[in-house]
């Protein structure tokens, strides 16, 4: 079955997206954060219909008030189900990350995330 991930890193200034279909990358982003909770869910709800499947959406914060402005989460910090995708938490810090993509700076800690349940 064919698995896509988006692992996103909220952070103050900025928002790192890497999108995975597989082990190949096929997006990169840095987004500036949304200014509107619903802004995060509808790009989700909007790339898994453009893949045409289901999307597994990873956030990495260091702390659970970094995702407090994505509405990505249940508002207990855990992820949540929706339509065209799931989204789980995963807070940083809680295994060490290794230095492996370039540009934009390193999204290496979004690709440990692959892994997580």
Do not use: T
Not at 15 to 31: I, S
Not at 87 to 92: A, F, G, H, Q
Request: charged share 20%; aromatic share 6%.
């Amino acid at each position: 079955m064919r698995i896509c991930q988006l692992l996103m890193a909220p952070e103050p200034k900025a928002a790192r997206l890497l999108l995975l279909d597989g082990e190949n990358q096929v997006l990169k982003a840095l987004l500036p954060p949304p200014a509107s909770p619903s802004a995060a869910p509808c790009l989700c709800e909007s790339l898994a219909l453009w893949l045409g499947l289901r999307l597994r959406v990873v956030l990495s914060a260091d702390e659970w008030a970094d995702i407090s402005g994505f509405g990505m989460d249940d508002g207990f910090g855990a992820g949540h189900h929706a339509e065209h995708y799931d989204s789980v938490v995963e807070l940083r810090g809680r295994r060490p990350y290794g230095q492996r993509l370039r540009g934009f700076g390193s999204f290496a800690g979004l690709l440990r995330l692959r892994g997580c349940r």
